[in-house]
């Protein structure tokens, strides 16, 4: 049989209730409290603290937060493999969407912008630019000749070519 | 757990959906702050994936080994939070938030704001212990395990808690 003083111990510890006692003494501490009127009053004013104690509120998770913690979890576990397929694939539906869009898109803007920086002559508007210049340069340079042969009809050739 | 030791995500994910709501209960109480109790259940669960080839079935079970890791998160947590308290205030500022009247904002409080505001008073190791056998459901044995403490230290802390609160709500009328 556990003491009375050791009853008083579970009750300021663990409070009125004997499922929260330790398993070994609940019994012994429950025929005490049957034969003691002194254990008893001390167990009525357990019960007061416990009453208000119960009464806390329970605080609930967001409804979305295991959702978020479960996919934030499994990316930070997930394998080098597995971590490249969900950022290339992705995780939801709306993801299956635009991942693999933006992952064949991305290369594609890359190239042409990488194939425009390396070979300009493919930019056409450059291109064209190049081509006006050039003209202008040999109808300077040729001007002399052509000036000489002023009186040439349209479409007939200067003698020196 | 043997699934999770074999790299089974499927796995962690019904872990997670098992114990999640308890650990985030646990922290949210301990902490006091919604941001970091959710830090400190993503890190448990990274934990438990790093170190499930640890974990014996025959020295507890997992819902006590989880809690033991988020336990100390959470102390880390709070260890830094009180540093960054005491360098901005060097060592002034009270444990406690002080009310302005305590009495005239108290008594306009339902009864479940007093429980957790008187809890929220406690030191946070006599909270973890009360919160540990109170609101998750522990034994004595499984809450010393968790906390790192022996079953007497353990029963030290409940009665000096349950004390505790008897004077708060004397003190206040509840």
Not at chain 2, 53 to 58: E, P
Request: net charge negative; charged share 25%; hydrophobic share 45%.
């Amino acid at each position: 049989m556990i003491s009375e003083q050791r009853l008083h111990q579970l009750l300021a510890a663990y409070g009125a209730e004997p499922q929260r006692w330790p398993a070994g003494e609940r019994e012994q501490a429950r025929a005490l409290l049957q034969n003691s009127p002194a254990a008893r009053r001390a167990w009525e004013q357990a019960c007061s603290l416990d009453d208000w104690l119960e009464q806390a509120a329970r605080p609930v998770p967001p409804p979305e937060l295991e959702r978020r913690l479960i996919n934030a979890v499994n990316r930070r576990v997930a394998s080098p493999w597995t971590w490249l397929k969900n950022w290339l694939w992705g995780e939801s539906l709306p993801q299956h969407l635009w991942r693999p869009a933006l992952t064949l898109g991305l290369p594609l803007l890359l190239g042409l912008g990488l194939g425009g920086y390396l070979w300009p002559e493919f930019r056409t508007w450059e291109n064209e630019a190049h081509l006006e210049y050039t003209a202008e340069l040999v109808e300077d340079a040729y001007a002399p000749l052509w000036s000489e042969d002023e009186n040439l009809e349209q479409g007939e050739l200067p003698e020196w070519l | 757990m043997q699934r999770l030791v074999a790299g089974d995500q499927a796995a962690l994910a019904q872990l997670i959906h098992t114990h999640f709501s308890a650990l985030h209960r646990y922290a949210t109480r301990l902490l006091d702050n919604a941001g970091e109790a959710e830090d400190v259940v993503q890190e448990s669960f990274i934990r438990l994936w790093e170190q499930a080839a640890s974990w014996r079935a025959d020295k507890g079970g997992l819902s006590t080994w989880l809690h033991g890791i988020a336990h100390n998160l959470c102390v880390d947590k709070l260890r830094r939070r009180r540093e960054a308290v005491s360098l901005d205030a060097e060592g002034e500022t009270p444990d406690f938030p002080q009310l302005a009247d305590p009495g005239h904002v108290l008594e306009k409080l339902e009864i479940a704001e007093q429980v957790e505001l008187a809890l929220r008073q406690l030191p946070a190791r006599q909270r973890a212990a009360l919160l540990l056998c109170y609101y998750q459901g522990f034994s004595g044995e499984e809450a010393a395990e968790i906390l790192g403490l022996s079953l007497d230290a353990l029963e030290s802390l409940l009665a000096r808690a349950r004390r505790a609160l008897k004077q708060w709500r004397k003190h206040h009328d509840f």
